[in-house]
């Protein structure tokens, strides 16, 4: 499960209590709930960075879902084996390659603001008891505001929990130097290669480059959000 | 598991120590746990919504909880099947029909701050495994400030972390119009009925009225809180 | 897990994959993942009193680690018949007696900053399947800036989200009174036997001498942090 949801609200709980009802043999993983609101592109790349350690077979839920009960559809994604539930704004564009069903939807019986409950639940659900969810084969509509990266070029895509910046720019294509924001900064294979406080290039969990500063904040030191470019060089 | 504690401190992994130990074969489900600090509506507001959902024979533990040690009593609580364990200071306010027992106290082995750990955790495991906890059949006696809903009215009684304010007014008794604080509002079937940062009611996930303002905050905005009037037409 | 990693990125997701993956029967327990960040001694405090609560052994993931990747080392530390898996900087010095093995890591697959993902987690797995995780026996050599505490005094170890200031005096060795920044309070046994907005020392439970203001915040008011003595007396 991924939500914007937090865990001050009954959210999270009523979803659980969906799965525990229609699934009870499904293990129910709590991935992140503190998505920042609304954060369609934090949420993807949590789901696309995370989701993928999972085992084979894993049905993940992702709510993060500003349009809930508008125009969006929701839908069904297979990728690597494993089964994506959730709304087509976004959230699954670092997945890769995809297939993707859209979920019907049981008008009568569903809450217009909480389709974490009423729709992705028990879809994942059926998911998790083997059966199919059905639905038309549909192309993802959702895109992030910064579109599908270019090769040789990258973007911050994630501001991290420490502040720090990570990007899009694989590790391979970065070489042993990058710019970002008219610095060039040698890719160093450790946190201690820098003094405390100073900026840091480094190859990150997920393959890619990514800029910290020592015990501190790369986003408001550097001043930098996401779509910044991280270039090689 | 909903309780107060956040997720910084020990205090919920103590308690699923203490279930892990005594009920091995329980599943253990975190519903929420940062509830306001000592938020007793709040708290109960999430249990009603929440729980309701979990399949019957389910047993639930709520810690909000500022007299730990003092005068409240402990109390098991039988409601739909499934067992609610806590302090009887109100966070049972919304389940609605309910039976009720007081929680026996080892007072000699019981921590006077932590009786989520020493006492509602280990009552909890003992209905997991089967068993009876005992104890004197009570009537609840924790009551929230604005007591009890009159027919044909709501108040607002809890706000979430997107800032909309969630009233106790069904649907059924709102019909097409609800007031809130002078004004007058169409109950809309979905957000996107109206504009960006605009004020609209719905039918929300409670099935009871909600007011939110479309990608804002309806709480700021209206500058309300719990205990707002939201009536009929 | 306990880890200093929150609950918006996808850090926490990804090492409950490789658990998932790796060891497919083992139950996952969050403790905590909100600890301050990079609060060492925070994480020491939450581990020695939840983990505790654990049955026999349980095996515990600690990840709050500002010198990921560099010079600290990994470790797998025995301690009351469970296993404990983490970086060696001070985050098991309250577990008491213990035995500890340098874990041993395979540079070539390890990210430089992910070492929970890469290598505590997978260790984590091979001892949740009966495993060996192998490598040298060695003293722990993490310690805490207030060092070993003394027979007969006692400090602030640990500030909670309620405000209130855990000490490590024990109960039998404070009896009936303590002093703390100049002020000598009596021992109560509850909350309630002082006023709203009154501080209060009494048994906490870990077993130890706390100090709090009834609902209000300790440290704020006493103007108190971790390291201030709490004294018999």
């Given at each position: 499960l991924t939500t914007d949801f937090g865990t001050r609200d009954g959210y999270v709980g009523a979803m659980k209590g969906v799965l525990a009802r229609e699934a009870p043999d499904a293990v129910v993983v709590d991935v992140a709930h503190d998505v920042p609101r609304h954060d369609i592109a934090h949420a993807a790349w949590v789901v696309a960075t995370a989701c993928r350690e999972f085992p084979s077979g894993s049905v993940h839920v992702v709510v993060v879902d500003p349009g809930v009960g508008g125009a969006r559809r929701g839908v069904v994604v297979a990728c690597g084996g494993s089964w994506y539930v959730g709304p087509d704004n976004g959230v699954f564009a670092y997945l890769g390659e995809?297939?993707?069903?859209?979920?019907?939807?049981?008008?009568?019986?569903v809450s217009p603001t909480f389709h974490?409950?009423?729709?992705?639940?028990?879809?994942?659900?059926?998911?998790?008891?083997?059966?199919?969810?059905?639905?038309?084969?549909?192309?993802?509509?959702?895109?992030?505001?910064?579109?599908?990266?270019r090769a040789g070029t990258g973007r911050v895509v994630h501001v991290d929990r420490y502040g720090n910046l990570v990007s899009d720019l694989p590790a391979a294509e970065a070489g042993a130097r990058v710019s970002?924001?008219?610095r060039?900064?040698?890719?160093?294979?450790?946190?201690?290669?820098?003094?405390?406080?100073e900026v840091v290039a480094y190859v990150g969990s997920a393959g890619t480059v990514e800029i910290a500063v020592r015990e501190g904040r790369a986003d408001t030191t550097l001043r930098l959000a996401r779509g910044a470019d991280v270039l090689p060089g």
């Open positions: 995809v297939s993707a069903w859209q979920l019907p939807v049981a008008e009568h019986v974490g409950r009423d729709v992705f639940a028990p879809a994942a659900a059926r998911l998790a008891r083997g059966e199919s969810v059905g639905g038309d084969r549909v192309a993802l509509a959702g895109v992030l505001p910064w579109g599908a990266r970002i924001a008219g060039t900064l040698a890719v160093q294979t450790t946190y201690e290669n820098v003094g405390v406080g």
